[in-house]
């Protein structure tokens, strides 16, 4: 079964910056589109950006856009989420999941990919 990392969560406080990864040992991801998500205590996941696999173009919710970007560098094969200008309702376990290409709307039912990690924590307090 295919399995994703991510990695780089922690503690941040308003206003500052985070950067997390998403990795995988067993396969490379420049094959795959890959999607963050994050969920809250007591919320539903919530779809954040994703990044295409053939062509780089990349989708974003309203509640990150022009906070949050994404990237791949295939060298390493890794997908970044970079988190700037965080707020309090960032605080999240952040995950990343594999599929062929972006779903627009970020959906984030669990069986429309092939593969997820099992989350890194992300902390946003003063």
């Known amino acids: 079964q295919l399995q994703l990392a991510e990695s780089g969560g922690g503690l941040v406080q308003p206003g500052g910056s985070l950067r997390l990864s998403c990795t995988a040992s067993?396969?490379?991801?420049?094959?795959?589109?890959i999607t963050w998500f994050r969920q809250a205590p007591g919320e539903e996941r919530e779809g954040l950006s994703c990044?295409?696999?053939?062509?780089?173009?990349?989708f974003y919710s309203k509640s990150v856009k022009g906070r949050f970007t994404i990237a791949r560098d295939n060298a390493k094969n890794t997908v970044y989420l970079q988190l700037n200008n965080v707020a309090p309702d960032d605080t999240a376990v952040y995950y990343c999941?594999?599929?062929?290409?972006?779903?627009?709307?970020?959906?984030?039912?669990?069986?429309?990919?092939?593969?997820w990690g099992q989350g890194t924590q992300v902390f946003v307090s003063s």
């Open positions: 999941a594999a599929r062929d290409r972006c779903i627009y709307e970020l959906t984030a039912i669990t069986s429309l990919y092939n593969a």
């Open positions: 990044i295409n696999a053939e062509n780089d173009n990349t």
């Open positions: 067993e396969f490379t991801l420049d094959a795959y589109a």
